[in-house]
Structure formats: C-alpha cells, structure tokens
C-alpha cells in the first residue's frame, strides 16, 4: 500500500476546519495525514453565519451530532430568508427550502397560480409554501419523510456562529489526529521545474513540507492567489457591492426560523438570528454611500442593542479562473468571493470539498482530474452568481443610483436568457449541477416583480375555477397544519439549547 | 379545409374568459409526417390539449408510410416515460407491437479477440461508503481479480441468463435494472395512430405539394388534392426528407460520417427464438456490424454497413453465415448521419428522423424523438407571433443529440479490429472535442465527465468503455481504506446476492408468457 498523502491545509477558519474533518473522517489517516496551518493572529472573516440545507447533509456525512452541534454553536434553525424591499420599497417575499404545492392539471403549480393571479384571482404565491408560513409564523418541527404529507414538502439549515462551528470542528479534527500547527506563513517554496508548492516557511523558521496544499487562507489567498498568480474573474461590474459592516447585536424575540435581508440605499443589510444574540451586517457598494453613512445605518436598522462597534470586512466579486492548480487547491474565500444574499458561502466550500473527495488527488497531480474538478466548480459559481445577480437586476427602485445601475446593467446572457424565458412563459431549465432550483428561481422571479406574460398552454387544461379551488384548499391546509406546529423557540429550548 | 370551426357554443358555456397579455394564442397545429414520428407527436399533443380551454386543433397530414413489416424498433427504458406521457396502457401496446422486454445489448466482435459484453440498464455493484463501486473493481482487477465488471450487474447477469427483473427490498438497494423494448414497428404505430384517432386527432392521409414561406416563417402548405392548410405552427415529421423544415434553412446539416462511416441499412425477418434471449445481439464484422432483436412473432434483423466496402448481398451472405439465423425479406435504405443544427426554426420545429439521423445502435430509436417530444411539452409555443422558446429548444436539443452521438462513435472508435479498412479509419480519425476528453479521464482515473444534457450515465458510459477495452490506469486513492480482505468479502457477497436474486426470478420466455401473451 502506497504512503499516506501529506496534506497541508493553510488556515484555519471555517473552511479550513470543514476541510480538515471532512478528510479526516472520510479518507482517514491510512489515505492521508492532515497538518492545518493556522495562526491566531490572523482573525477569521466569518460572516457566513446562515446556512443551506445541504449543510446537514455534509454534518451527517462527517457524523456530526446535529443537536450537538447546534447546542455548542447557538445554533437556530432557518427555513429560508425573507427578502424586505427587494424589487420596490415596501415588497417582501420569503425565498423558501420548500416548494409551492404540486403541479395541478398538468402544469406546474407556479404556471397555475400566475394563470389565477393574473385574474386577481390567488393570493400572494408565499401564501402556498408550507416553509414560507411556518417561517412567517415562528414556527419549526422537523419535516415527515412520508411525500403526502404537507408537511413533508420542505427542508431546513442553521443560522449559528461560524467561529464556534470552527472550533466545534477543530475539536473534533484534533480528536481525528489533525495536526494543528500555530504560525503565520511568510514564505512558500514552489519546485523551479515542476511548479508544485513544496512547502510552506514559518515566521518562526519551521518549514513545512507537503505533497498536496489546499489553501483556505481567506481572501488573502497566500498559496493560489499571491504564491501562483492565479487569474481573478472579476464579477464587480454585476455584483458591485464591495464592502461590509458586521455588528452583533441582543437578542430579540420572536425567535425567528429565517435570515432577513434588508434591501437599502447602497446595499442590504442581513439579520441572522442566533440563539444568544442576532448576528447583522450591512454590504454596501462605497461608491454610493461612506464607511461612517455605512455604519451609521447599519446600527440605526438594528432592532437591538449593538453589542460592539461595527467592523469593516472588504472584498471583491469574483473568483480565480481555476481554484485548482497542480497540487493546489482553493477552498472558501480564497478561491473566490461572492457576497452572502444566498448564504452561497459555506455551502461554496463544501461542494468544494466533496468535489476533493470525489477528485482525491495522488502525490503527482493529475491534468484530466483536475480539469474535469474545474469544470464543475465553475458551473457552481457560475450559477449561483446569476441568481445573486437577479437579486439586483430585478428591481423598480428609483430611490437610489445604485438601484438604477443594476436594473440597467446588462447582465450575463445566460441570465438574460432565463429572464426572458420565464417572463414569456414562466419556464424555468432545470440543471444537473449547480445549486438552485425551481422553487428558488420562482421566489426571486415572482417575488421581485418580474409576471409572467404567458402561460405553459397546457395550464389551460383545467378551467380557472378548477384551479383556484385547488388553490384554495392548499391554502387552507397549510394554514390547518401549520398552528399546530411548536414554536421555534420551544423546538430549540427542547433540542438543543446552548448553555449560554 | 382549416379547421377554426369546432363547435363554439359547447366550449364557450362551460368555460370562463382568461385575457392574456399575448394576443395570438396557437389555435392550430399542423403535423405533417409519418409513421411513428407523426402519429406519436399527434397524440402526445392532443392528449395534452384535449381537454384545454383554448380550444388547440391538432391536424395530421400523414404522409405515405414508409414502413415495411420488417421494420422494427429497438428503445430505451426511458420510452417508457413517453408511453406513460401519451397514456398508453402498456401491456396492450407491447401485445399489439409483437413486442418483448430486453434487458441489455450484448456487443461481440468489435474488440478484436475479446470477449463479447453486455450493456444492461444497470448499475454496477454498490457503492461503498460514497465512492463509486467501478474504483474498487479497478483495484482488484488490478491486483489480479478476474470478475468481469458485468457480473456485478444485476442488469446483465438477468440479460444474460434470459430472466425476468423483478425486485424485493434487498435489491433496490444496489440495482435499478430496466427494460427496454423491442417492437414491431407496423403494429406500434398501427396502435398509436389509433389510439390518437380515438381522442380525435384530425387526419387528413395525403402528399405534399407545395409550402409557402414569408419572413421565415411557414405561412401555409398545400396538399396533391389542392388542399391548402394553415396553421400557427408546423411540425415536421417527415422523416429525413424533412419536408417542411428544409424550406426555412440555410447551411443548416451537421454531417457525422467521418464518425459513423456506415451508410447503408438492411433490414430483414428470421423465425423466432425460443427461448427468447433477454438482449440484443450487436455483432461487429469487416465492413458494419449487425443488430438481432427478439420479437413474439420474429426476430428483427439490421445490417449497418458501408457501401464502399461491400453490398447488400455480400452482406446478407455474410450475416446469415455469421449467425446461423434463416434471414428472410431483406431491405435496404440508404442513410447518411448528421443532425438540423437547429431544429427549430421560426414556426416549424422538426421531430424525430427529421431532425436527427443516427445509426440503429445502442436502442436509441425514437429516443431523440423522445427528448424532442418532451422538450415540447415544457416550451410549447404559447403565442404564433414570435416563437423565442426556439433557442432554449435547439441548444437543449444540440447537447442531448451531440452526447448520444459521442456515445455511438465511442463503440467505433474503440474498436480492435486492425487491418480492416473501414474500422482502421475510425479508429485514427479525430474525436469530437468532449468525447475525447470522457474518454480521457475515464483512462485516467476511471470517472465519467457527464454533461449537462446527457442520455446516457455513468453506468452507460462505464459499461461502453470497459466492455471496449479502455483501460483505467489509475484509482481513487480512498479505495484504499478498505483492506484487501474487506473487499473480497464485499465482492463475494455481492455475487453471492446476485445469484441469490436471479435464480428467484422468472424466466424472460415465463414473463412474457403470462403478461404479453
């Protein structure tokens, strides 16, 4: 049998941890030995603090104890995140981790309930989501596996602290024998023929060698962006937004099951509630608005007291053309940044890591391997910047520069196509990979705005009448089943209360 | 003889009045084909409209048939899905099609010296804790295992011994075995065209005379009799002659014989086999290779070879020689590869052998129909004015026809047949840019590049690739975990189940006997 992989993971914030454990508990020591870099004199960024549902897949993967890990991070639970003023001042919609009722009469739901909306005829389409209710109502039990059951038809992630889950990670890494090494890198040595990163020098003179680096150094990017020279695809011109301000603030109730995101003058600001406080941020584009305005707002629409001083976090949308390159590999910030409307971030980094696993790579690097991993990434965040893009584009606001610009930008065709389409006829493409799927896109769609023209003729199998009595009662079974269900709060208190 | 005219009053009454912000709705549809083509795209649409409120006249101006009673069809599991699409209840369409379940291809002759192999609908093996059973197979082959990968499929095992798939919970776990069919090609569509006729398909039997076109679009056509039809959208089911579409295009052909050299089909009968196989039999020799296809009342026969290399006759001799079989009523068409770039244009979308002429092989007849069909059911034009679902159409159509295309050429080039001419030149000419890269990296590490609108899987296209001899040089490093002795156990027990598993089933000739006969 061949000599373990030595893998060097450089830094150690929420997706060095991630990475550590996911190898060290799917590959293991006989595949490979893990030595994480990390120093704490570097902070960790950490705004990724709401999560997608896939997060409790990749927890379940690395046999992580859900309430647990929940209890130890002050874990919530999020079931989707409500967009306020997105589109036009006074709008709000819910994009949900569920769907809207079943297809009726042979069409999609959605193309039934624009058929009917159209007439004045349906409600407001959040009206027919059983996340969106049990969000809007404060309210969280875990989903039936049996499909006919109402509620059966959505998923659920977490809002905790990202710097806890670290920790919690790097416990359980170091239990897993990864070894943790303290020290700030000043210096990588790369092989004058070959080009692969040979090892890494410490400020303290400890040089350490590897056969395979993986770089979660943040936006510095020490290994692929400073070391290799990687090339940035710069997404700034779409999202424009380039900085934030993140502030703690006390805890108020209703706990709520969601993220909010506020849209404002020069950006959005996020409320992400945690059991021992609510975590906020304003992203901004400061082209359109100071540091001190920035601040100044972001502490003004907290709906508690801060708890600190607002802290400037910079960043620029895009990510290197190819997050890996010989015998190194970029995960998380360092590979690329895309702004947390979508909380996109922590789940960027695990499709990051499966796709290692998938990939899992030998001392020589492999082209073919590391081409095809590429490939993949880039459908990934290619997807998920268009979608992030619709966000902005999609609006009517005419109350601030920043508003105009995006709604006038163009925007990448592959976006431009699927606006069209769905305006025409409401068909959404489904895909093979990337993230989001038809109930995200007819969120955003109809939540910003954007009516569909026509109608999937085959909708016009059933008559108006058929459809909004179907309607009507999935209405009223939500709504049934839905006051029924624990609060929130109660559901925490009783799985997983943190010891605050 | 435009058919704007049905009974007003009886819709009217029942039915409520929807404005829409699109003001030319499609009121008539004109499909003008046949054969399968035509009579599988009439009923699928009016199935799908018959009871919409919009009051949508589908007419089919069908064509003289081509089909003879040799014809056949050799499909996909997936059809199934159509069938389930067009209500079809399927016991009695396959009784009525002389049709037959078939688990597989068996491929023989096409690489070299070695042994035959069986594509089946299946899976192989079961994944161990996440990671692709084929990484553990390439490990043991490596370290000496003499197990041919298809003996992990349960798919192949039942094709192989004629069984009849059928589940319990132990399998479901590792298995996803399907059938395909084989069909008679007559009698399907004699099946088809009457249940359309029966939820009022208009039918007008006839021969194309004329097709006006004004700004790139069909405006009407017209028929020998002096018929002139018009409608708001045109289907062209005319098969390769593309009848309608042609008059819309420019430089519009993708020609794939320098991929697909064979440019001659012979179709022919032979008695029935008893009992019935549970695959079809795909035989390579010097100048094509030959397709033998169970049916209840025969068995179908294709020869696809080139002219430049032999005759039909030459053929004939040959396959009758080759197999053994009594091969009666033989026919030959000319055929030459490619696909419409875009298959869609302005009012007119082509359906089926229109749009797509691809070799017999793999099962993939009527299957891009299939997609076609499907795709139409999601981006039915909903307004005659400007049809701009046409460009997601033809893209999503150009990758589905381009990856079952690769995966057609793959079983040429591949081939070990040195020293023969038309398999030398296959095997040295470029590949298409995506296809040389899958089979690249599945050298490599034994991983399939899948793309986005894909046909065929991982299972598929692993099964074409080790069943042609491609090599997997490398394996995932996280085999590794499992000892030596941990995955002879694992591969013992899995054949142990299989066995297990296929000696409880039926016979193929026992299935088809209680349910198709």
Known sequence: ??????????????????????????????????????????????????????????????????????????????????????????????????????????????????????????????????????????????????????????????????????????????????????????????????????????????????DFFIDCSGFRSLLLGQNLNAEFDDWSKWLVCDKAFAVPSEKTLPLTPYTRSTAKKAGWQWRIPLQHRTGNGYVFCSEYISDDEAAASLLQDLDGKALGDPRLIKFKAGRYKKSWYKNCLAIGLSSGFLEPLESTSIYLIQVAILNLLKFFPRKTPDELVINEYNRIVDYEYERVRDFLILHYHLNQRNDAELWRYCREMSVPESLTQKIEIFKRRGFIDSYKYGLFAQPSWISVFTGQGLKQQGFDPFALNLSIEDVNNQLESLFTEIKNRVVDVPTHEAFIADYCAAKL | MCQHTKPLLLTIVQRSCEVYFLNNPIKKVAIVGRDADAWLTALMLQQGFRSSSQMIDVELIELPSHLTPQDFFSVLPSHKILHSAIGARENLLLRAAKGCYCFGQRFSNWSGGSAPFIHAYDRFGADFEGIDFYQFWV??????????????????????????????????????????????????????????????????????????????????????????????FYIDASGSEALLIKNLEVDNIDGWSKWLPANRIVIASAPTLEP??????????????????????????????????????????????????????????????????????????AVGSSAVSLEPLDATQLHLLHVGLSLLRSLFPNDAAGMPEADIYNQKMCGFVENVRDYQIAHYHLNKRFGEPFWDAVRTVELPAALREKIKLFESRGIVALDEDETFKQEDWTSLFVGHNVHTQSFDPLVNKFSDEELIIKFQQLLGHIKTEIEKMPSLQAQVEITLL
């Open chain 1, 1 to 210: 049998m061949s000599e373990p992989l030595e893998i060097v993971i450089v830094g150690g914030g929420t997706a060095g941890w991630m990475c550590a454990v996911a190898l060290a508990s799917v590959a293991g020591n006989k595949i490979c030995k893990l030595t994480l870099i990390e120093s704490a004199e570097i902070a960790s960024v950490g705004v990724g603090e709401a999560t997608l549902p896939q997060m409790k897949e990749f927890n379940d993967r690395i046999g992580i104890n859900e309430a647990d890990m929940m209890r130890q991070t002050n874990a919530t639970i999020k079931l989707g995140i409500q967009f306020v003023d997105w589109g036009a001042i006074g709008n709000s919609y819910v994009h949900p981790f569920g769907k809207y009722g079943n297809p009726i009469g042979g069409a999609y739901f959605y193309q039934q309930w624009a058929r009917a909306d159209q007439q004045n005829l349906a409600k407001n389409i959040d009206s027919y989501s059983y996340a969106i209710e049990c969000a809007l109502q404060n309210r969280f039990e875990f989903p039936v596996a049996d499909k006919n059951y109402i509620n059966s038809t959505y998923s659920y992630a977490y809002h905790f602290d990202a710097s806890l889950y670290a920790d919690y990670l790097r416990k359980i890494g170091e239990q897993k024998n990864v070894r943790r090494v303290e020290g700030k890198i000043i210096h990588v040595l790369n092989n004058s023929t070959t080009g692969v990163i040979e090892s890494v020098e410490l400020e303290d003179g400890r040089s350490i060698r590897g």
């Open chain 2, 139 to 232: 490990k043991a082959s490596v370290s000496g295992m003499k197990v041919p990968l298809e003996e992990f499929s349960l798919g192949a095992v039942a094709a192989k011994q004629a069984k009849y798939v059928v589940f319990d919970e132990a399998t479901e776990t590792f298995s996803q075995a399907a059938h395909g069919y084989h069909l008679s090609a007559l009698d399907y569509t004699k099946a088809i065209a009457q249940a359309a006729l029966a939820i009022g398909v208009k039918h007008t039997p006839g021969e194309l005379a004329g097709v006006k076109v004004q700004n790139g679009n069909i405006s009407s056509i017209s028929l020998a009799d002096g018929t002139e039809i018009n409608a708001d």
């Open chain 2, 276 to 349: 019935l196989p549970g695959f079809s039999q795909i035989s390579a020799f010097k100048e094509g290779w030959v397709g033998i296809y169970p049916l209840l009342d025969r068995t179908a026969i294709n020869i696809v070879y080139s002219s430049e290399y032999s005759t039909a006759k030459a053929v004939l001799e040959k396959v009758a020689a080759l197999t053994g079989l009594q091969i009666t009523n033989a026919t030959e068409i000319p055929f030459a590869p490619g696909a419409r770039k875009k298959q869609w244009i302005g009012n007119c979308v």
